[in-house]
């Protein structure tokens, strides 16, 4: 079992090219950078467009979150003042995201202690039910209720959140992405 994962982890370090810096490269090829910004943008810096994001994306789902980055843009038809521009906006593209993401952890995080103390109240009124009414029937329905919001609380700070701050490491690994422009022509 250990040999097998030894082999994987080698076989997973060996197919991703690196920079200088140990960096994981993403090699990116440019023809046509007419659609590279969206029409649309929250600030007056522009962002990538969806389908930039999306080869991003895509181009970096079996690297581990944790790993620095290199997109490497190769084109002819990028000039200098585009090249910041582009850097930019995929900067402030990942900022967008990863601001989205930290408030979608925090209202994860208040929906399930709001979940769990909803869940222990339950519990109580369960105790009054089985032990002041004698009515076992509902007592077993409330307590029943109460272990769902229980799970509930659980599976949101336990499960959901973990996808969330799986995807800010990604994101701040985007963030930190050096980008470089090569000319196709130079290759």
């Known amino acids: 079992m250990f040999q097998n994962k030894a082999n994987k982890d080698v076989l997973l370090k ?3 090219k690196r920079d200088n810096e140990n960096r994981i490269v993403i090699d990116m090829t440019v023809k046509d950078d007419s659609d590279f910004l969206s029409v649309f943008s929250q600030s007056d810096t522009p962002v990538i467009s969806s389908e930039v994001a999306e080869f991003i994306e895509n181009s970096t789902n079996s690297i581990l979150p944790k790993e ?3 997109l490497r843009i190769h084109s002819d038809c990028i000039d ?8 930019a906006s ?3 593209y990942y900022s967008e ?3 989205a993401n930290a408030r979608e952890l925090k209202r994860n995080n208040i929906v399930s202690l709001l979940l769990f103390l909803t869940g222990v109240l339950v519990l109580a009124i369960q105790m009054i039910f089985e032990y002041r009414l004698s009515s076992l029937i509902w007592a077993e329905v409330i307590d029943i209720a109460a272990w769902v919001f229980l799970w509930e609380a659980v599976d949101i700070r336990v499960f959901g ?4 701050r799986l995807k800010n490491k990604r ?4 963030l930190s992405m050096k980008i470089e422009y090569v000319d196709i022509t130079k290759k």
């Open 97 to 99: 995201k990863c601001i």
């Open 68 to 70: 620095q980055l290199t």
């Open 14 to 16: 060996q197919q991703y």
């Open 90 to 92: 995929i900067k402030e």
């Open 161 to 164: 959140n973990r996808s969330l």
């Open 171 to 174: 994101y701040l690994s985007y």
């Open 80 to 87: 200098d003042i585009e090249k910041e521009l582009y850097k």
